[in-house]
């Protein structure tokens, strides 16, 4: 028979864990409103800057930037963006594992893969997974900064630069609403232009002052732009998963509570009936 | 009526306007753009300074934009900005403010300020005071 002192000691330090959690919970919830608001200030500037780009691509432009190019794929690239802090359900480990599988697909061709690592989690997972990593920043803030991010991105672009890395993908979590962010992994260059007829035929820009340095700082605000937006999306999915993550913990554990409150209250009820029994016993003896 | 284009500013940090206009006045990298309907494609820098919008039936809008780049398509008009903002958002005591700092530290030859830094700053604040006083001009 369990013994009653022991049961409400358990009881006691689950009911702590759940208060942890459920603050959690609130804490996340009330960051998710802030990064979601974020995201969503952000996501006209990106898309507009797609948009330009894409025109940019589709035009037949007196200079053609480096980025633009499709090359013979020796070397690939990937920008992996990932939480710097734990408990937030399966979101880091969906991400990598799409991320993997990517990978291998690449390995098998005899292509080999270069890493650029954004978040905690992702360092200490291909610490141990193994992989060229070239590039790797943690502690992102909540509130990420364009210049945080440039640093580790920029080795990436230059081995692109140089010709070293044929091609670089950017793989983040993305939110589609607080229950659900799926993993994402879309191609960052060479620039992949939208298919739109409309735009086919031969034109091109009037480029003020110069097309080279016009296309070359566009680019180079485009790609910040797709990073940034990136990491501020995986930050609102962080919480959202984070939230979802704690309010079942907090369930669970009430369960928890309840299925141990009523082993215990059958202890104590089996040890009342047993006293009274022996007493009645006793009673009886005399 | 007159013809109109879709135009929006964007900045990094949100979007500013949206909508139909008839023109856009913006500061190109080499001097004004006056921009009409129907406009041939056209890409250019933008330099810090007032972005003016006239509106569906005449109707004025100033804005500020730190720089950034401008798309103009026969049908939309694109400026991205660094950061713009809308003209009365505008605190002309900050900005004269800055403008004095970003003076007194080119002024003063001794400190190691990066010359490039402060003079972009300079360039910026007095184009944010032109805005301003663009702005109230059109007040009156």
Known sequence: ?286 | MASTVNCSIVSAEEEIFSGQVEMVVATGTIGELGILPGHTPLLSGVKPGPVRLILEGGEEQIYFASGGFIEVQPTSITILADTALRADDLDEAAALESQRRAEQELADQKSDVDFARVSSDLQEQAAMLRTIRKFRERKK
């Open chain 1, 1 to 286: 028979m369990a013994n009653a002192k022991e049961l409400r000691k358990q009881i006691g330090s689950i009911k702590n864990t759940q208060k942890i959690t459920s603050a959690m919970e609130m804490v996340a919830a009330s960051k998710m409103r802030k990064a979601q608001e974020r995201m969503a200030l952000g996501r006209p500037y990106s898309d507009e800057i797609r948009a330009v780009i894409s025109h940019v691509a589709n035009a037949s432009p007196e200079y053609r930037h480096h980025f633009m190019h499709e090359r013979e794929i020796r070397r690939v690239g990937f920008i992996i963006i990932t939480t710097d802090k734990g408990l937030c359900g399966g979101l880091n480990i969906n991400l990598l594992k799409a991320v993997v599988l990517d990978i291998k697909k690449w390995v098998d061709q005899d292509i080999e893969v270069d890493l650029c690592l954004i978040g905690n989690k992702g360092v200490q997972f291909f610490k141990s997974y193994g992989g060229n990593v070239i590039a790797a920043s943690n502690h992102v803030s909540e509130t990420p900064a364009v210049s945080d991010l440039i640093g580790s991105i920029k080795v990436m672009l230059d081995l692109f630069e140089e010709g070293q890395v044929d091609k670089i993908y950017l793989a983040n979590n993305v939110f589609i609403n607080t229950m659900t962010q799926t993993p994402a992994i879309r191609q960052l260059v060479p620039l992949d232009p939208d298919e739109d007829e409309g735009l086919k035929h031969r034109w091109d820009y009037i480029y003020e002052p110069d097309a080279r340095q016009l296309v070359e700082g566009l680019i180079a605000r485009f790609l910040e732009a797709q990073v940034y937006q990136a990491v501020v999306e995986n930050v609102a999915c962080e919480q959202a998963a984070k939230m979802i993550a704690m309010k079942s913990a907090t369930e669970n554990a009430g369960e928890l509570i309840d299925e141990l409150e009523l082993i215990m209250n059958n202890a104590r009820q089996a040890a009342i009936t047993q006293e009274l029994s022996e007493i009645v016993g006793g009673a009886a003896a005399v």
